[in-house]
């Protein structure tokens, strides 16, 4: 009860505490009847007696009974009255009124104003019964007005955190309606709050449309995911998101609650860095050209065989981009090989060529401490392995050589052997395809081959 903590578990407490009671009448015999009756429930009780008004309030305001037991017929003081005054308290304690004489109006009178029961004198037997139900009552209208006051809190903690939010959060029904927001989501999109109630999710999403959004969250329940995307605000610019999106069933109906963040700077600092890495492999593959002038555009040719070949594969667009950046450098390990060597119009020794067989392993350490989205250091270092164990530097084998390495080696063999070089002509690319294909299987990938064979056969691809 809200007067005292130990009288709120109803019946159960009173067989651990006193029962406190404060009998208002004006007869010490009828309230000693009323004890009598008390003590056969076998309670513990403590009684107070008052009979005037002055008298109950000093008692409420001690807060020191758990149940009122109050005389309907009082000289100078009725029940009637005893009522008004206790409901100027607000306790949650049950009001019964006894009375030898009330008639069926008199008692409903008293329960429309607030008593919980009423008891006729001649009738005590009832009287345990109703304050059993009284407190039980009570009872259930305290724990009731509880879990009011923790919902209140926690819509109200839930809106003060949705509010100092940095991000948007946004609650949808069934209907991808938008029901519940904060303001930083009204303000990334640029809608009043009342707008942003009208709103559904195709209202501002630029990337999915209304059918998309409708066929990918059907059942909104279930989402758990997090994803990249634009929003489009009111003015109709757009900007990069990342959302949140996680669903739930509250009574009954199926809600989606998202949390929006602007990653405007992020995909900027983004592109700025993918851009500087650009800038950077370009670099390493000039320098790399610049001292071996005979292969001049080696790497950059060797790079657009190879992602034609990749996307023959159907390889992602963002593994390609990867593969891309490792074939235009994929000789940077020939820095460190003579020039004279390089650039020999004869053919090579057995010394000479064991030296330029070091420049896959010398390319790996050049590469591995950038940090790429990509391994491209390790890209490099394998593009001369070969399936069968024969390539360098290390002797690995088919499945132990990644993807895009396997591919570089293909490009590779194919643009040295169909360009000119300081010791012999271009063979051409029949004779290019010819030695690929003699390979292919045992010392060279045979889907990578076959896709090669295709893009010059089928006039899909040109040097």
């Known amino acids: 009860m809200a007067h005292d903590e130990r009288s709120t578990n109803g019946v159960m407490q009173m067989e651990k505490e006193p029962l406190r009671i404060l009998i208002i009448d004006d007869s010490p015999d009828d309230t000693l009847l009323l004890e009598r009756e008390l003590r056969k429930a076998e309670w ?66 008293a329960l429309l104003n607030g008593a919980q029961d009423f008891v006729l004198k001649q009738n005590l037997p009832r009287l345990i019964p109703a304050i059993r139900r009284g407190i039980e009552r009570i009872r259930i209208i305290s724990e009731r007005k509880q879990a009011e006051e923790s919902l209140k809190s926690e819509v109200h903690r839930r809106r003060r955190m949705m509010e100092s939010s940095n991000d948007g959060i946004a609650i949808f029904n069934q209907s991808h309606q938008l029901v519940e927001t904060n303001g ?29 959004i409708c066929q990918n969250f059907a059942d909104i329940s279930t989402i758990n995911t997090t994803i990249e995307t634009r929003h489009r605000r009111k003015n109709g610019t757009e900007y990069d998101v990342e959302v949140s999106i996680g669903g739930a069933v509250v009574d009954g109906e199926a809600i989606s609650f998202t ?46 065989l190879a992602c034609a070949i990749a996307r023959e594969l159907g390889m992602d667009e963002d593994q390609i981009e990867g593969l891309a950046l490792a074939a235009q450098i994929h000789d940077v390990g020939k820095i460190q090989i003579p020039a004279e060597i390089l650039s020999k119009p004869t053919q090579i020794t057995e010394i000479e060529y064991m030296m330029i067989k070091t420049h896959p392993e010398a390319g790996y350490q050049i590469l591995k401490d950038i940090q790429f989205p990509w391994p491209i250091a390790e890209m490099v270092r394998q593009h001369h392995e070969k399936l069968d164990g024969s390539g360098y530097p290390h002797g690995l084998k088919e499945e132990d050589i990644r993807l895009e390495s396997r591919i570089l080696s293909v490009a590779d063999i194919v643009e040295a052997m169909a360009s000119h070089r300081p010791y ?3 063979l051409g690319i029949e004779v290019a395809l010819e030695e690929i294909l003699h390979e292919r299987g045992t010392k060279l990938d045979a889907a990578i081959v076959d896709a090669c064979i295709a893009l010059f056969r089928e006039n899909r691809f040109t040097f």
């Open 44 to 109: 513990e009780i403590i009684l107070r007696r008052v009979d005037t008004g002055e008298a109950m309030m000093q008692m409420l305001e001690k807060k020191c009974c758990d149940l009122i037991l109050c005389d309907y017929m009082i000289p100078g003081f009725g029940g009637m009255e005893a009522l008004e005054i206790f409901k100027t308290y607000n306790l949650d304690i049950p009001f019964i009124m006894i009375s030898g004489k009330i008639t069926e109006e008199m008692a409903i009178e």
């Open 184 to 212: 930083r989501f009204a303000q990334m999109l640029g809608y009043t709050m009342d707008e942003m109630l009208r709103l559904h999710i195709w209202d501002f999403e630029a990337t999915m449309s209304k059918e998309q």
């Open 424 to 426: 012999r002509p271009s």
């Open 259 to 304: 949390i929006s963040r602007d990653i405007t700077e992020r995909k900027e600092a983004e592109k700025n860095l993918h851009n500087s890495l650009i800038g950077t492999v370009r670099a390493i593959s000039d320098i790399v050209e610049m001292r071996d002038p005979y292969t001049a555009g080696h790497q950059k040719r060797v790079a657009s």
